[in-house]
Nanobody
């Protein structure tokens, strides 16, 4: 059974940086597409960034140029480097994994519990 555990969230001032980590266990990490999603208060969950086994790395327009997704296959860990943070980035960030190509949130079978990111103005 795949397990995903996020860490690295916290409170940061606008313009600051955070790095989120997602530890993957239970199966072969390299076989899975992975992504980060977020849910802001009162809003629907949305895609932030993903690394697909089929179509590579992709980002939401709102984070392009500020966030970087990466993975360390030796450590079975997915990362999200977040720079130039804005108050509108405040959300619970969750990582997701799937054997398929990924893409929309409906494409992902496995999810972490999430980590809170709060950006103060």
């Amino acid at each position: 059974q795949v397990q995903l555990v996020e860490s690295g969230g916290g409170l940061v001032q606008a313009g600051g940086s955070l790095r989120l980590s997602c530890a993957f266990s239970g199966r072969t990490f390299t076989s899975y597409s992975t992504a980060w999603f977020r849910r802001a208060p009162g809003k629907e969950r949305e895609l932030v960034a993903g690394i697909s086994r089929t179509f590579g790395t992709y980002y939401a327009d709102s984070v392009k140029g500020r966030f970087t997704i990466s993975r360390d296959n030796a450590k079975n860990t997915l990362y999200l480097e977040m720079n130039s943070l804005k108050p509108e980035d405040t959300a619970v960030y969750s990582c997701a994994a799937d054997l398929g190509p990924g893409g929309s949130q409906a494409s992902y079978a496995y999810w972490g519990q999430g980590t809170q990111v709060t950006v103060s103005s």
